[in-house]
């Protein structure tokens, strides 16, 4: 997939309208606590800044439906962008209404403009055709750079680039290189970590992946479901019974693929989903009645790192055991660990994973942390984004 950058265009003195995806974590004051999202649209911000483009950034933060509503304001994010561009960035007070027109309309080279959420507008997520043209009449090119809503057709990541020039930003072209030569041209040993807790989130990256990789490892409260298809005991942990036929046919196929597909041997089980409740490390074979697994045992740890030795492509979605809980992070931490320490390219996709690995400080050995949980997953399952489709290609 070749989609055309930022770089393939002329941007000098042109009003360009980027969806970024602002949608950050707020404290109940609304204090931005993690500004990760931010910083990630800066080097297309700061691009388009080197290059005297009139600068007209927009997103979406949290749920609002359609309505205007001052906790889902991006005021905040115009203040944090001010602060880290050292610039003033300007906050429409609408989408698409009269202060959003006038501020765009008098605008000097090198401006930046904030619109406000465009989930305040009841169009955006129906991919409304009138809000399409009402956001693209604000701006002479559309660039996406929201990876994180890319997997959604809605107004401002899709149904505008219908009626501008529509290219990526640099943040969009690092997902695509990162998650796309994973797929299409792998450096093998190719493993992938899943996880997180339900199969049925994942059965069309499983069936993707197990046509590309060498190893899949599952873990993650999805095992289950696996462990019980094989006709074992799981106690009372977690397991989507309508799945079990499916996850019959999943370990068949990997069977017949010669895909080494890894369950967890040892569990660390609880007498109730509780960091308090009491625990031990049991077979995962012979989960006792009663008990629930909540993350991998110690073997399994050794097992899942055995696997990893020598891998040059890693790919891993979803933690290995319910990591909110100190005592059944250790699954999750450890095998991040490992990572951390293998010499290969190494793809976490997003969502909880990828805050576990935040959390210990490893992000930056890491080949590539994406900003899209749901987004990376559609990718990986080889889904075509529509905000990527409706980019140019080159
Ligand atoms: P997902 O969004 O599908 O990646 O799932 C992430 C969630 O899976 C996290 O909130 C974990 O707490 C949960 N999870 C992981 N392992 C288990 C488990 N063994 N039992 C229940 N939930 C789990």
Redesign the pocket.
């Known amino acids: 997939m070749n989609k055309k950058t930022i770089k393939d265009i002329d941007v000098v003195g042109k009003k360009v309208l980027v969806r970024c995806d602002f949608n950050v974590p707020q404290d109940e004051n609304g204090t931005i606590t993690d500004n990760r999202r931010i910083v990630a649209a800066l080097p297309t911000i700061k691009y388009l800044l080197e290059h005297n483009a009139k600068i007209i950034l927009c997103s979406h933060l949290g749920r609002p439906k359609g309505e205007f509503n001052l906790k889902y304001s991006l005021r905040p994010v115009a203040e944090e962008l001010t602060k880290l561009l050292e610039k003033k960035v300007q906050l429409a007070n609408d989408v698409i209404g009269e202060s959003a027109q006038n501020l765009t309309s008098n605008m000097k080279d090198g401006d930046v403009i904030l619109l406000e959420n465009v989930r305040f507008e009841p169009g955006e997520e129906k991919n409304d055709e009138q809000l399409s043209k009402q956001l693209a009449s604000l701006a002479e090119i559309y660039v996406n750079d929201a990876f994180g809503t890319a997997h959604r057709a809605h107004s401002s990541t899709t149904g505008i680039a219908n009626y501008l020039p529509a290219v990526s930003g640099f943040l969009i072209e690092k997902e695509l290189n990162f998650l796309g030569s994973a797929l299409e041209n792998p450096e093998r040993p190719f493993v992938a970590i899943l ?4 199969v049925s ?1 994942k059965i069309g990256v499983i069936e993707a992946l197990l046509n590309k990789v060498n190893t899949l490892i599952i873990g ?2 999805m095992a289950f479901t696996f462990l019980k298809a094989q006709g074992h005991k799981i106690g009372k ?2 397991c989507e019974l309508n799945k079990l036929d499916l996850a019959k046919e999943l370990l068949e196929k990997a069977d017949e693929k010669g895909v080494k597909l890894l369950l967890p041997i040892d569990t660390h089980v609880a007498t109730d ?1 509780s960091n308090e409740a009491e625990d031990k490390y049991v077979h995962s074979q012979e989960i006792p009645d009663g008990w ?4 991998i045992g110690p073997e399994t740890v050794k097992l899942f790192e055995t696997a990893l030795q020598g891998a040059k492509t890693v790919v891993w ?8 809980f100190p005592k059944f992070k250790n699954g999750t931490y450890e095998v991040a660990k490992m990572l951390a320490k293998l010499d290969a390219t190494t793809i976490i996709g997003g ?2 994973s990828a805050a576990a690995i935040e959390k210990m400080g490893l992000s930056d050995k890491m080949t590539h942390i994406s900003t899209g949980g749901g987004a990376s997953l559609e990718f990986l399952e080889g889904k075509k984004l529509p905000g990527i489709e409706a980019l140019q290609d080159k």
Do not use: M, Q, R, T
């Not at 996880?195 to 339900?198: I, P, R, V």
């Not at 629930?292 to 993350?295: A, R």
């Not at 979605?317 to 909110?324: A, F, I, Y």
């Open positions: 996880g997180g807790a339900k989130d993650g409260g942990s977690i989903y629930e697994g909540l993350d979605n979803g933690p290995l055991g319910v990591c909110e969502g909880d």
